[in-house]
């Protein structure tokens, strides 16, 4: 089992900054590759940006291309900061855990509990 927690969510205004962390425990050789997805309410739960174990390869949804970074420091943290925050970024963000290259969320095993984003206009 892999056990993960999201910190760093809040309230910020339009163009404000805001960086997520999700920590890994448990059993993290089978987290190969880490992704954020988010989750709006009465909307699909939506992929943001993916991972691989050595934090070298990223991916990201279109929509947050240019204005997202993710980064791993080891098996155990990855990092979501977000730049230039617009009012449609406003979700909850969970950190998830994969053994394989996908944005699939069907795909991912492993879920925190997430952490709210909320950006006003």
């Known amino acids: 089992q892999v056990q993960l927690v999201e910190s760093g969510g809040g309230l910020v205004q339009a163009g404000d900054s805001l960086r997520l962390s999700c920590a890994a425990s448990g059993r993290t050789n089978s987290t190969s590759w880490m992704g954020w997805f988010r989750q709006a309410p009465g909307k699909e739960r939506d992929f943001v940006a993916s991972i691989n174990w050595r934090g070298n390869i990223p991916y990201y949804a279109d929509s947050v291309k240019g204005r997202f970074t993710i980064s791993r420091d080891n098996a155990n943290m990855v990092y979501l900061q977000m730049n230039s925050l617009k009012p449609e970024d406003t979700a909850l963000y969970y950190c998830?855990?994969?053994?394989?290259?996908?944005?699939?969320?069907?795909?991912?095993?492993?879920w925190g509990q997430g952490t709210q984003v909320t950006v006003s206009s």
């Open positions: 998830a855990a994969t053994s394989r290259l996908t944005n699939d969320a069907r795909r991912y095993d492993y």
